[in-house]
C-alpha cells in the first residue's frame, strides 16, 4: 500500500484494529472536515469518502476510503463496558482517566474494514498496517471533532486526547519512531527486590506479550528496555534476535548477562517473550526437588529403581532452580504431585514393566545386580523422559511447583 511502511517479519495475532473515542455526547465528526483533515496530516495517502458503503442513516456508519482500502467509523450512544484495571492503568500517567470514563455516555468505534474494491489485486494488510491506519483516522477524528474525552485501544489501552494528537501524526514512520506507545503499555510490579514489567496490548502484533524480570535495574532502566524491545518486536516481529533461548549482554555492566524464552505468563497473561537474569547475582535462586521424597520413598516403581541404582532423587536431573519470591509460599501444589504420582503409576501398571520386575528381583535374590539393571534400565529411561518433561514445564510455566504470587505495584 502506497505511503504505508510494512515490516517485512511481523506476526500477528489478529487483523482487525480497533480503537474506541470516548464522547460525552453520541455524535459523528463532519465527513467533509475529516476528509480534509486526514489529507493535511497524512499528503502521502489518497483519502476520500465512499458514497458506495454510505448509510442513509444520519447516525448510521462513516466510510472512509484510503488508497484502495476501506475504514468505518460507527457511533455507538451508550458508554464503553467498565474495565476498573485498565482505567487504574491509565490514571498512572493519565490522572483525569477515571473522570474521562466516568463523563463519556457515548463512544466511536474505528476500524479498517478490508478493501474498497472487490478485487482478488488489493493485498490485505496485516495488522501492523491495520493499526497504522486506525492511528491515522482516529487522530484526524480527534481533531475534527472537539471534546472528545480519550481514546481506548483495542479495549485494553486508555489515553487522553492529548497525547492521541501528540502522537497520531507519526501513525506511518517507521521503526523506531512510530506511535508504539499508543497500542501497548506497561505495567510495572515488584518481584522480591527486582522491579519486573509486564505489556499489556503488544500481543495483538506478535502474538506474545512481554514479561520482564532482570535484576540492577530501577523502573526508568525497565521501562527503556521494554519499551525498546516492544517497538522493535512490532516492526520486526519474533526475528532470530529474540529467539527463544537467545542470550545476550546488557549495556549496563551491573546488569550482565540476560536470557529470552518464550513462555506461558507466570501472570496469566498468556505466552510472553519472557527476560530474566541468566546469573543469580542476587541470591534469589533456591533448588527443589522434581520428585519430592514423599513420592520417592513410597512409590513402588521408585523404590525398586532405587534398589538398583536407576533412581537417585538428588542427582542434578531431579533438581530444578525456582525463584522462591515468585510463589505466595514453598508449599508444593498437590495437583503437581498428584500428577506426578498418576504418570509414575501409569508406567507401574503396564505389562513391559511387570515381567521386567519380576524377572529383576529375582536376578537380586541371587545377587545378580547387574542383570536387574539392565531389566529395568527402560523403565529409568520413562522416569527420567518424565522428569525432563516436568523440569522444562516448569521453566515455561507451563506447570506450578507452587502457587504463583500476583504482582505487587513497586
Known amino acids: 500500500m502506497t505511503g504505508i511502511n510494512q515490516p517485512?517479519?511481523?506476526?500477528?495475532?489478529?487483523?482487525?484494529?480497533?480503537?474506541?473515542?470516548?464522547?460525552e455526547d453520541a455524535r459523528l465528526p463532519n465527513e467533509r472536515a475529516l476528509i480534509e483533515t486526514l489529507r493535511v496530516r497524512h499528503p502521502g495517502l489518497r483519502w476520500d469518502s465512499f458514497p458506495a458503503a454510505a448509510s442513509n442513516d444520519i447516525d448510521g456508519p462513516m466510510f472512509i476510503r484510503v488508497d484502495d482500502h476501506l475504514m468505518t467509523i460507527l457511533l455507538m450512544p451508550a458508554p464503553m463496558p467498565y474495565d476498573q484495571q485498565m482505567w487504574q492503568r491509565a490514571s498512572w500517567v493519565w490522572p483525569e482517566a477515571f473522570h474521562a470514563a466516568g463523563r463519556h455516555r457515548a463512544h466511536l468505534v474505528v476500524s479498517t474494514m478490508g478493501s474498497a474494491e472487490n478485487i482478488a489485486e488489493t493485498k490485505a494488510l496485516g495488522f501492523a498496517e491495520n493499526a497504522r491506519l486506525t492511528t491515522a483516522v482516529v487522530g484526524a477524528v480527534l481533531e475534527a471533532l472537539p471534546g472528545c474525552l480519550g481514546v481506548v485501544w483495542g479495549g485494553q489501552v486508555a489515553h487522553s486526547p492529548e497525547e492521541w494528537l501528540r502522537q497520531s501524526p507519526r501513525a506511518f514512520d517507521p521503526f523506531p519512531n512510530h506511535p508504539y506507545s499508543l497500542w501497548m503499555e506497561i505495567v510495572h510490579y515488584?518481584?522480591?527486590?527486582t522491579i519486573g514489567a509486564y505489556t499489556t496490548g503488544l500481543s495483538a502484533f506478535i502474538g506474545l506479550e512481554i514479561e520482564f524480570e532482570v535484576d540492577g535495574l530501577d523502573q526508568r532502566g525497565v521501562t527503556v528496555r521494554v519499551a525498546d524491545a516492544s517497538s522493535y518486536l512490532i516492526a520486526n516481529g519474533l526475528d532470530k534476535h529474540l529467539k527463544s533461548g537467545t542470550v545476550y549482554t546488557d549495556d549496563d555492566e551491573n546488569v550482565g548477562r540476560v536470557a529470552v524464552l518464550h513462555r506461558s505468563s507466570r501472570f496469566g497473561i498468556g505466552p510472553v517473550v519472557s527476560f530474566f537474569s541468566l546469573h543469580d547475582r542476587a541470591g534469589?535462586?533456591?533448588?527443589?526437588?522434581?520428585?519430592?521424597?514423599?513420592?520417592?520413598r513410597h512409590h513402588p516403581l521408585l523404590v525398586m529403581l532405587s534398589k538398583v541404582g536407576l533412581f537417585d532423587p538428588t542427582k542434578?536431573?531431579?533438581q530444578i532452580e525456582l525463584r522462591p519470591d515468585h510463589y505466595v509460599s514453598e508449599v508444593r501444589l498437590d495437583?503437581?504431585?498428584n500428577g506426578l504420582t498418576g504418570e509414575l503409576s501409569k508406567i507401574l501398571a503396564t505389562d513391559g514393566y511387570a515381567e521386567a520386575d519380576t524377572n529383576a528381583?529375582?536376578?537380586?535374590?541371587?545377587?545378580?545386580?547387574?542383570s536387574a539393571r539392565s531389566f529395568l534400565l527402560p523403565w529409568a529411561e520413562k522416569v527420567g523422559r518424565l522428569q525432563l518433561a516436568v523440569q522444562?514445564?516448569?521453566?515455561?510455566?507451563?506447570a506450578f511447583m507452587f502457587m504463583p504470587a500476583p504482582p505487587r505495584s513497586p
Open 284 to 296: 534469589r535462586l533456591k533448588t527443589y526437588p522434581i520428585i519430592p521424597a514423599t513420592i520417592s
Open 8 to 23: 517485512e517479519c511481523s506476526t500477528s495475532a489478529m487483523t482487525v484494529a480497533v480503537a474506541y473515542i470516548l464522547l
Open 392 to 398: 522444562v514445564a516448569l521453566s515455561l510455566c507451563d
Open 190 to 193: 515488584l518481584s522480591g527486590k
Open 361 to 370: 528381583r529375582r536376578a537380586l535374590a541371587s545377587g545378580d545386580t547387574a
Open 316 to 318: 542434578d536431573e531431579n
Open 335 to 337: 495437583s503437581l504431585d
